[in-house]
């Protein structure tokens, strides 16, 4: 008998379907020589300090180094600390009991860095000792499985994948762990938040946010001139730019009583825009971002339905291209995608036979090729998995089209001795933009110079009538604060934004975080309160600039050594450097960033003195989100934020002094119903509302 282990219970379905492994076992499927079970993504985890004997925030404790770590199941946070989660408990006896009755294992997590840890943790953690193969697959089609079953390969093949991945995980683990606790430490109340790419993630976003809001907007004014030619309108714009109005307007006036001007240089070029490349994960979430205003981790999830659905490959993906090997499949993807009438329009643009094969390349395909839809019909898809979809499909559509082919013509023009300048261009060929019939990237284009404009012919020493001048006031433009697109954008670019040439050259094109974990490190900075959305804008909260102002100058911060250390995880995944050189640098920097933040004095605010009502012995400790005794056996607790409002420090004085808070406004039921309320301690020291008159 032989055990499959899948990440997830749907994919372990599709797995057994195929294999005819049809009887149905508690948490696992079996027949056909084969018992069929699955994790529930992470059944494992590192240790917690706890798990070490190291209770609360101590500064003697710091830094803190597991050697060995040790592995635990995964544990759900409770009021009263981190208790084991009943229903990974309950799946890893599983696991346990199918692998003990079987001769080897087939490896069906996820074929990435996280899908090898997942399976890895459970076998170390089980102490199982039994040979291993890797089922590696792009897609969950029936060819794609029944391929992959035909291709086992050996598990040790995988050993940099599981090196890189515990390095990572441990990494995090020591640079979250104590650079939290330091920082906590040092601001005595409230937990901080750090991570190892958490905060570099988080200075990107305060430091766009600081410039622009330090920006100082500037006036200037330009004139633009407007001519006809051969029946056809068009502008010419100043290159200079004034500063001063009356200035600007004397030209004006000078060039006015002129009339007229002379073409002084004709640039004609033709211009090859080449058709996109297929989607990876970061290019997807961009896109969805900016079109349809979807977060980076609803675009994942929405991906991962849609792969477990069937209809699209893996979507965790970090290359554009695909195999030499599977171009012969593409065409039937066309042909699947012309049964459909909404994309028949698209494709008759394409030429059968005639592929742009630009998306292939052996060398640029990483764990997993580019996003391509499967050979699978879609059916019973929401809204947002339909438009992904779309997304999807028409990328791969474009990807296959020939380049655009563009006229760009540059006009100078001369009045006295001030120069204009015309812009313009016109479509010779569409190429892949006749895929969606977008000419331009610039749909809202307001300008000549963003517009595709066909201009007349010009030839040097052409004179120009000038029908009408006009004074354009404008102003020099702040920062534009990050969308999650632009987010993306910038951890995935990292490396570029060091100041440093030579360093920027050698880190251009890693970035921080991965394709895979990046929407992550997103909800993690919003689920600490760090930053929030305000529509598509991500903005610092008070809490976060205040922790920015903290680290800011701070190795934590620094985003190139994060760059640095993807670029190394990497290295140990194929086999360059050895992991634990790795860990020695990790071990070094922690120690380092401890130090760091334990020196750091952090002004209090003004906290009050509290008692804890229940036991009426220690002073409340009060942080962002709670408010508890510092004694396990009371375990008094009160969670500040009630029905989306968090109380303020002077309805908590009211409340444990007064044993009332002021009346709290706009408070949310679970039905959405908002309602106003006082809160009220009650004499055994739990809270109840007392509705407010106008309810």
Not at 249 to 275: M, P
Not at 307 to 314: A, M, S, V
Not at 647 to 670: A, G
Request: charged share 25%; net charge positive; hydrophobic share 35%.
């Amino acid at each position: 008998m032989k055990a499959i282990i899948a990440e997830k219970p749907s994919v372990a379905r599709e797995i057994a379907q195929l294999l005819g492994s049809h009887e149905k076992k508690d948490g696992y499927l079996s027949g056909n020589g084969y018992y069929v079970t699955w994790a529930l993504g992470h059944l494992i985890a590192l240790g917690m300090p706890e798990d070490y004997g190291i209770r609360g925030f101590k500064k003697a404790s710091l830094p803190i180094f597991p050697n060995p770590f040790i592995l635990t199941p995964k544990k759900l946070k409770k009021a009263k600390g981190y208790e084991p989660d009943p229903s990974t408990l309950k799946q890893l006896n599983i696991i346990k009991q199918v692998i003990n009755q079987c001769n080897s294992i087939i490896v069906a997590t996820d074929a990435g860095r996280e899908g090898e840890l997942i399976f890895r943790y459970i076998y170390h953690y089980l102490q199982c000792n039994k040979p291993f193969e890797r089922l590696w697959i792009s897609s969950l089609t029936e060819k794609a499985i029944q391929d992959g079953f035909k291709k086992l390969q050996s598990g040790d093949t995988f050993d940099g994948l599981y090196q890189a991945a515990k390095a990572r995980s441990e990494a995090d683990w020591l640079v979250g762990i104590n650079a939290t606790q330091a920082l906590t430490i040092a601001g005595n109340q409230d937990v901080y938040s750090l991570g190892r790419v958490q905060t570099p993630t988080f200075a990107l976003i305060c430091q766009r946010f600081l410039q622009h809001q330090n920006f100082i907007k500037q006036k200037y004014f330009q004139i633009q001139l407007s001519h006809r030619k051969e029946y056809t309108d068009f502008t010419s714009l100043s290159l200079l730019q004034w500063e001063e109005k009356k200035q600007a307007e004397q030209i004006q006036k000078s060039i006015e009583r002129e009339g007229k001007a002379v073409v002084e240089d004709v640039s004609i070029t033709t211009v090859q825009e080449q058709s996109p490349l297929l989607f990876d994960l970061t290019e997807l979430q961009k896109e969805a971002n900016r079109k349809l205003g979807l977060s980076a981790d609803e675009v994942l999830q929405t991906a991962q339905s849609l792969y477990e659905k069937k209809f699209i490959t893996y979507p965790r993906t970090g290359s554009k291209y695909i195999p030499e090997d599977l171009w012969t499949e593409i065409p039937e993807l066309v042909r699947i995608l012309n049964a459909t009438d909404y994309f028949k329009p698209a494709i008759a643009t394409l030429k059968f036979g005639n592929f742009n094969k630009r998306i292939v390349n052996d060398l640029k395909v990483t764990d997993h090729h580019g996003l391509l839809i499967t050979t699978k019909t879609p059916s019973a898809l929401t809204a947002t998995e339909k438009a992904i979809y779309e997304m999807i499909a028409y990328r791969l559509l474009e990807s296959l089209s020939h380049a655009c082919t563009k006229q760009v013509s540059h006009i100078t023009i001369k009045v006295h001795h001030y120069e204009f300048q015309v812009k313009g261009s016109k479509i010779l060929n569409q190429g892949w933009r006749a895929i969606k019939g977008i000419l331009s990237d610039n749909e809202n284009a307001n300008n000549a110079s963003e517009a595709l404009t066909e201009l007349p012919e010009f030839k040097t020493g052409d004179e120009l009538k000038i029908s009408k001048t006009e004074l354009l006031e404008k102003t020099t433009q702040a920062p534009k604060l990050f969308t999650e697109a632009d987010l993306l954008s910038a951890m995935e670019n990292a490396g570029r934004s060091i100041e440093s040439k030579e360093e920027q050259k050698a880190l251009s094109n890693i970035g921080i975080g991965t394709p895979a974990t990046r929407a992550s490190i997103i909800e993690t900075l919003l689920s600490r309160n760090y930053i929030i959305r305000k529509g598509k804008i991500l903005h610092p909260t008070d809490k976060g600039l205040q922790v920015y102002n903290l680290v800011k100058d701070k190795k934590i911060a620094n985003v190139q050594m994060t760059a640095e250390w993807e670029m190394a995880l990497d290295k140990i995944e194929k086999g360059k450097i050895d992991k634990t050189q790795f860990m020695n640098e990790i071990q070094h920097y922690t120690t380092e960033i401890t130090n760091e933040l334990l020196s750091l004095h952090i002004p209090q605010d003004n906290i009050p003195q509290l008692k804890c009502p229940k036991c009426q012995q220690h002073h409340l400790i009060i942080r962002d989100k709670i408010v508890k005794c510092p004694d396990e056996q009371c375990s008094w607790i009160l969670f500040r934020t009630i029905c989306g409002i968090q109380l303020s420090i002077k309805d908590l004085i009211l409340l444990l002094t007064q044993n009332k808070t002021s009346l709290i406004k706009n408070m949310k039921c679970k039905n959405g119903k908002k309602f106003d309320a006082y809160i009220v301690l009650k004499e055994d020291s739990t809270t109840v509302f007392e509705i407010g008159k106008d309810n």
